[in-house]
Every structure is written in structure tokens, then in C-alpha cells.
């Protein structure tokens, strides 16, 4: 087999996008002994992937060899693999990197007062001179999958693809906190994280805000040592939020230790709730076997039992430590104490974010006064729903296409709420069970955008603006999405690179949510939602209904059901959800008939 096709190959193992560079390129200058590493890209490693460090670099005969197979300076003989503290050890990375892309190499060593400059295309090399350079490495991928059109095609979009690299560079940076990490994509900085100690780390990454929800966990055994944090219970998400496993300070993907870890919180949070964690464990290199899979992120244990326990066990203990549990002891729930008669005041229009603040842990049924869920977003009082507006509303929903709107249409007394989730109502021809939270989306979406396209709407001045605290690369998110945003409502600037200032936020929103609303909407656009290539706008009405929906599991009185129920046949397409999910399914009496013949 020719070189360059076994190169090929073997590049379909190590490289599957451009975050698979950014790993192998890190995790060479990590071994390289770097102090301080950047990391430059270009259209999300479309483009440029770029990693410069101030490490040990490479003899001038090293740089030559590096890019053929099975040229690694780390094994000495196969014993080594079992005891391999270094990442890479494979020898694989940077031939197979270049089998697919142009690369440009720059190293020099402390003892050469030169270094040597190498191009290589298609695996050969077509430049190889003396330079002069900065001590250490810089290593250049250009056009990705330039000869593969079959894989560059397969990229997902570009958000997509950083969000990839994001992961990576978050799990290496992690794991690392005694480097000093830079990260430029399109010549914005996204990060900049001096050398620090683990916890400043994550601070430096996820924002000052992460301080204060950061719990110690720490155990030594004599098969296993864990350090590192966990985010307390009330910080869990419904998103995987932020999961981070090392073993032997190499990330790893664990389905078995997650679950070790969901049982540590079990009875704290619900279990759609997932927590976050930041964990290092050493155990003997003997004891493990991490080369199952070419990337390296799968792992097995000889005792797979004894980890889970006491991973699970040092847990419970931290959370102890921090006397977690007490904290969590909502025996009331402030909500509950809104008079009844509230709900029917005209000037309601608060639209419910439904982040688990008041959320307690114990009772999985807890009634709020979703009073929240009347969004009134054309400033209509008459959309608050009483009986009084039922006739205008069922009036709406005669434009709807669907063919059971004949003449009463929904029995408006009759929606009964099914295990907190599904909404049942008798229609015509039979019944109708609708999934409340995509029922939820689809009313906002139309609403959404309906205003970021042809209205735009009315801005609520804050008369004290809020300052939020966020991540460097999420206030970048925040700042690309700022004119649909504007168009929804909310005014911001930028007065520093990890902080955005609020000026003005729609007029249906409650400004003391207007940060979690804030943190959920970023945790949608990071949860792959922009996949598809939508317009801008779309994608933002999408966001927006997303984060603001009333979620499945919530219990709704008997108004807010049929105010569900009658927008959503108000809305122009009732059927699918702004994520072309089905929201309602009918079961006729012909369909009932068959059943009992
Ligand atoms: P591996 O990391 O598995 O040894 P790679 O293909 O990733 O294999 O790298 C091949 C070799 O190139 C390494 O063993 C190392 O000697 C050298 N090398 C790669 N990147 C760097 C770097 N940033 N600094 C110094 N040497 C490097
Ligand atoms: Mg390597």
C-alpha cells in the first residue's frame, strides 16, 4: 500500500474535524513542555488551525522525520505504553494531519541559534530550510480535507465546528492550569487564561459567576486519587452543562463514572437535572487500558466497581462538607404564596423562564403559579386570558388549517393536563393530545418572529442597567447575535471582554430573570441547535421560544392550559415545532371505533 494512502486511512481515525487537530497539536506541545501555548484558527479550522508554543521544539532532523508514521520520540520500547504519562505516543498525529492538509512547520531548540522552516503537501515535503524563529514550535494546518471533498463537505457549520474546538480546548486548558493558554478565532481573542491553579481555571473560563458554585471534592485511597470540584446541586442543568473527566490528567469519556457521579446527587436534583463536574483521578497506568479507542477518550479500569463507589462516596462527602444538603431544603415554595386572584390581573405579562431557582429537589410535582406563561408580547391586555376572550381567541384560531375547527372547535372547558406534559382536549372528530412545551414553542416563535422581522419590539429602559458577568467566548456569542437581539428587545453593550451591559430587555420579561434567560439562551445555542443553516433571524425566534417554553413536567391550571391549547391553533402552523418536531397528536372516533371491534 502506498504511503500516502495508508496516511489517508489512518487520518480517518485521528483526524474527523478540525477539533481532532486542535487536539493533537495541543497535546504535542503540552508534551513538549510548553509554559504557554496559543492557538490560532480561521473559520473555525476551515481555513487556519495554528498552534505556537514556547516548548522544547525539534532538532533539525527531528522536524524532518515528524511527519512520517510511527516517528514518535516518546517509546522507547513496548513496556513504555504501559506506563505512558505523556498524551500522544502513537506517532500517527502529524503524519496523518498532513495526509490531509497543507502544513507549515517552524520549530527551533535552545542549543541551535536556527530553526528550520518545512512545508508539506500531500505528505511530501516541498520546503526545508534554516530560519530564524522563536525558541519552540509553531505548526500551521491549512485546508483541512483539501484532498478529501467527501469529508470537507461533511464539516457541519462553522459555529458548529468551533463549538468542537471549544470542547477541546476547554478539556486540555482544564487539565493544564499551570499553562498559560491564548485561543484567536477570525482575530478575536476568545480566551486568554494565565497560568493559575485548577480553580481559577474554570473560573477563568466559565466566568467569575462559577466561583461561587464551585465544591471541593478530594479523596486519596490507595487504588485511587480524585481531586478537583463539582458545581453545587441548585447549579445543575437541564443541558449535560459541564462535564469534565480526567484520569491520569487525560480526558476521558466515562458513561459509567457519569453515572457514578448522578447517584452521588441523587435526592438533590431532579433526574433531568445533570450536574456539573471538573474531576481528576490517578490511578496506577497498570491498572487502566486507555488505548481502546484512536481517540483516546474511552477508558477501562480493572476494578470499574471500587472506582464507582468511592468516586460516588467522595462526592457525597464534599457535598456534605458544604453542608449542600440543608441549603437545599425548600420546604416552601415562595411562589406558592402568590394570592390566587393574581393571576386574573390584566396587567400580567411576565413570560416564564422556567429556570429552577424555585425549583425543590423533594417534590418532582411542584405547583407553581405559572402566572408567567401569559406572554403579552403586543402589549394586548385582552390576550390575558379570561372567559371573556375565549370567543376572540377561538375566533383566531378559525384561520387555522386544520379541519376540526369546523364549528365549536375545542371544548374550552374540557383540556385536561396528562402527567404534567401532555394537554387532552375533546375536538370534534375525536381527541387531540398536545405536547405542552413544543405547543409553548411554536406560539413563541411565531410571536418572535413576527417582531425580530417586521416589528421589532417595544424595548423596556432599565432604569438601572444590569451588568452581567459571563464568559469571554459567550459575551462573543451574545455580541454576534446583536441586532436580532435588539430586534427582540434587548439593547446591550460590551464594556469589557467578559462583561455586557443591559440597558433595555423586552417588555415581557421580568428583570430579575433576565440573566438566567440570558445563561439559558447560550446554553441552547451551545447545545447544537445551530446546526442547521438558518437565517439569523430564524434562529434567534428559535432560540428565544426554546429558552422561554414552559417546560414538559411543569403542572398548568386549568387557564393556562387552554390558553396553551387556543394559541397554538392561533398560530400559523400549529402542527410541527420550531424544531419540526410533531406537537399534536388526534385519535378520531373511527380510529377509537376499530379499537373495540
Ligand atoms: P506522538 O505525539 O504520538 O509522538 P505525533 O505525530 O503527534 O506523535 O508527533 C510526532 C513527534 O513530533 C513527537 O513524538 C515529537 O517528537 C515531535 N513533535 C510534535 N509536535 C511537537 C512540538 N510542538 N514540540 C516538539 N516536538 C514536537
Ligand atoms: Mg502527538
Known amino acids: 500500500m502506498p504511503d500516502n494512502v495508508a496516511n489517508q486511512i489512518a487520518a480517518g481515525e485521528v483526524v474527523q474535524r478540525p477539533a481532532s487537530v486542535v487536539k493533537e497539536l495541543l497535546e504535542n506541545s503540552i508534551d513538549a513542555k510548553s509554559t504557554e501555548i496559543t492557538l490560532i484558527i480561521k473559520n473555525s479550522g476551515k481555513i487556519l488551525i495554528q498552534v505556537i508554543d514556547n516548548g522544547i521544539g525539534m532538532s533539525s532532523s527531528d522536524a524532518s522525520i515528524c511527519f512520517e508514521r ?325 375566533e383566531d384560531s378559525k384561520v387555522n388549517t386544520l379541519d376540526f375547527s369546523n364549528d365549536g372547535n375545542f371544548e374550552s372547558n374540557s383540556v385536561y393536563q396528562l402527567n404534567n406534559k401532555y394537554l387532552v382536549n375533546k375536538i370534534k372528530s375525536g381527541i387531540i393530545i398536545v405536547n405542552q412545551n413544543r405547543a409553548h414553542q411554536r406560539i413563541l416563535y411565531e410571536k418572535f418572529l413576527k417582531f425580530i422581522t417586521i416589528d421589532g419590539s417595544k424595548p423596556q429602559k432599565l432604569l438601572h442597567p444590569l451588568e452581567i458577568n459571563l464568559a469571554i467566548q459567550e459575551v462573543e456569542i451574545l455580541v454576534s447575535y446583536k441586532k436580532q437581539l435588539k430586534l427582540s428587545g434587548f439593547i446591550f453593550k460590551k464594556i469589557s471582554s467578559s462583561d455586557l451591559l443591559f440597558e433595555a430587555i423586552p417588555t415581557f420579561l421580568d428583570p430579575t430573570r433576565v440573566e438566567s434567560y440570558i445563561q439559558d439562551l447560550l446554553d441552547n445555542i451551545k447545545d447544537d441547535i445551530s446546526d442547521k443553516n438558518f437565517s439569523q433571524s430564524d434562529l434567534t425566534a428559535k432560540l428565544m421560544s426554546k429558552s422561554l417554553a414552559i417546560k414538559n413536567g411543569k403542572k398548568l391550571l386549568k387557564d393556562e392550559q387552554e390558553f396553551i391549547i387556543n394559541s397554538l391553533f392561533a398560530c400559523k402552523e400549529p402542527a410541527v415545532s420550531p424544531f419540526n418536531k410533531n406537537i399534536y397528536y388526534t385519535i378520531t372516533f373511527e380510529e377509537l371505533e376499530k379499537k373495540f371491534l
Open 70 to 394: 510511527h516517528t514518535t520520540s516518546k517509546i522507547k520500547s513496548a513496556k513504555d505504553l504501559f506506563n505512558i504519562r505523556s498524551k500522544g505516543f502513537r506517532g500517527e498525529a502529524l503524519a496523518s494531519i498532513a495526509a490531509v492538509s497543507h502544513v507549515e512547520l517552524i520549530t527551533r531548540q535552545s542549543n541551535n541559534d536556527l530553526g528550520k522552516i518545512i512545508k508539506i503537501q500531500g505528505n511530501k515535503i516541498v520546503e526545508n530550510k534554516s530560519t530564524v524563529s522563536k525558541i519552540g514550535t509553531s505548526i500551521m494546518v491549512k485546508n483541512l480535507f483539501y484532498n478529501i471533498p467527501a469529508r470537507r463537505n461533511f464539516l457541519k457549520s462553522d459555529n458548529v465546528e468551533l463549538k468542537h474546538i471549544i470542547n477541546e480546548f476547554h478539556r486540555t486548558s482544564i487539565a493544564h492550569p499551570e499553562i498559560k493558554f491564548i485561543f484567536n478565532n477570525n482575530d478575536s481573542e476568545l480566551f486568554n487564561l494565565p497560568k493559575s491553579n485548577l480553580r481559577k481555571r474554570i473560573v477563568n473560563i466559565f466566568g467569575a459567576k462559577s466561583n461561587e458554585k464551585l465544591v471541593p471534592v478530594n479523596e486519596e485511597t490507595d487504588i485511587l486519587k480524585i481531586n478537583g470540584f463539582v458545581f453545587k446541586p441548585e447549579y445543575s442543568k437541564k443541558s449535560r452543562g459541564e462535564q469534565f473527566f480526567f484520569v491520569n490528567n487525560r480526558f476521558i469519556r466515562s458513561p459509567y463514572l457519569n453515572h457514578s457521579v448522578n447517584s452521588a446527587f441523587e435526592g438533590l436534583i431532579d433526574l433531568k437535572y445533570n450536574p456539573s463536574y471538573f474531576l481528576f483521578m490517578e490511578v496506577d497506568p497498570k491498572s487502566i487500558d486507555i488505548n481502546i479507542h484512536p481517540t483516546k477518550t474511552e477508558i477501562k479500569f480493572d476494578d470499574e466497581h471500587s472506582i464507582y463507589a468511592i468516586l460516588r462516596s467522595s462526592i457525597k462527602h464534599g457535598l456534605g462538607q458544604f453542608n449542600i444538603a440543608p441549603i437545599l431544603d425548600f420546604s416552601h415554595d415562595k411562589s406558592m404564596e402568590v394570592p390566587y386572584s393574581y393571576r386574573n390581573k390584566k396587567e400580567i405579562r411576565g413570560v416564564g423562564i422556567d429556570v429552577n431557582e424555585n425549583y425543590n429537589p423533594f417534590d418532582n410535582n411542584t405547583i407553581k403559579l405559572s402566572k408567567n406563561i401569559y406572554i403579552d408580547l403586543e402589549m394586548d391586555k385582552n390576550r390575558v386570558i379570561d372567559n371573556d376572550s375565549l370567543d376572540s381567541i377561538e
